[in-house]
């Protein structure tokens, strides 16, 4: 097969592509981080699953209050997007880090 020279295509994946997987790449790696976070120092078992407010100031700066349930909803997305991304041998996983320029 003949090498991709069109300007327009190289330009679509420095500027596009290269970044989409970067981003996609660093969103798994944080991912791993926060749920190893969140095990490691018990947080599973300190921040219930309720409608329990984690008191951090949002209330006086605007910021959306924080319950132990939204916090669980978070942590348990980011477990799906490991989940996903490590399914089938790190396939989706593996197939963006061959785009990524800066994956961590």
Excluded: H
């Amino acid at each position: 097969m003949p090498d991709i020279t069109n300007v327009q295509a190289i330009k679509f994946c420095n500027e596009q592509v290269r970044p989409y997987a970067d981003r996609a790449a660093q969103q798994y790696f944080t991912a791993k981080a926060l749920v190893g976070q969140w095990f490691a120092q018990g947080l599973d078992k300190a921040i219930p699953n309720d409608a329990s407010v984690v008191l951090d100031g949002s209330s006086e700066d605007g910021r959306p209050i924080l319950t132990g349930a939204a916090v669980t909803n978070v942590v348990t997305r980011a477990m799906e997007v490991i989940a996903d991304y490590e399914v089938t041998g790190n396939a989706k996983l593996n197939a963006i880090l061959k785009a990524a320029v800066n994956p961590r």
